[in-house]
């Protein structure tokens, strides 16, 4: 056998072995659904409670981790909230790589002074958006979120019913999962910690 046969033959083999490694890779386990390559939810033009315009790819480097509530809500908005504050607390230095963002449905009431006193009950860093009761329908409809004023005893006692979940966007700005309500925060944060490690 000749230099050039076995120079082939060694690449032969190194190509083989690549593309069995390639073949055997596993996909990351996640516990919240799988949703990546999905046709939607791929950005958003929308002012921070700061009145800044944010778009999606202002958080490259990080999980954004988005939910769509408003302030009045009495139960599953706050819970919510608090468990993302809980997630960043236990990713130690990593939490600083989340970036929470809370979507209003409610902007008739969620003013942006409103929504940075709520913002800082819980964190600092974490960011509220609003849209324009306009933007709001295309929004939703593009993140297949419902959402619906539910009339109270008086004009301003109303309640929005809404959607209760979170999509969460990997660090090059992809969406890949979406955490039903009440899915539990350990797994949340190891679904947060795998997407982090560029899974």
């Known amino acids: 056998m000749n230099k050039r046969q076995i120079l082939q033959r060694a690449c032969a083999l190194l190509l083989a ?15 919240s ?14 002012t921070d409670h700061n009145g800044k315009l944010r778009h999606l790819t202002d958080f490259q480097g990080k999980v954004v981790l988005m939910f769509f509530g408003y302030t009045q809500c009495p139960d599953v908005c706050p819970t919510t909230m608090t468990e993302m504050l809980e997630i960043k607390k236990s990713l130690g230095a990593d939490g600083e790589r989340l970036q929470a963002l809370f979507v ?14 709520y913002m ?6 974490f960011l509220a958006l609003r849209a324009t009761p306009e933007q709001l329908v295309a929004l939703t409809k593009d993140y297949k979120i419902y959402y619906k004023k539910v009339e109270g005893s008086t004009p301003t006692s109303y309640s929005m019913d809404h959607s209760a979940g979170s999509y969460l966007y990997d660090p090059k700005g992809q ?20 997407l982090l490690k560029g899974a």
């Open 120 to 125: 800082e009950n819980f964190d600092p860093s």
């Open 175 to 194: 969406l890949r999962l979406f955490a039903r309500y009440g899915s539990p925060k350990e797994a949340l944060t190891k679904d947060i910690q795998i």
């Open 17 to 31: 072995t690549t593309l069995l490694g390639a073949c055997s890779e596993s996909k990351p386990s996640f516990a």
């Open 104 to 117: 209003t449905v409610d902007p008739e009431r969620d003013t942006p002074k409103l929504l940075k006193a």
């Open 33 to 46: 659904i799988d949703i990546t390559g999905a046709d939607y939810a791929k950005g958003f033009e929308l």
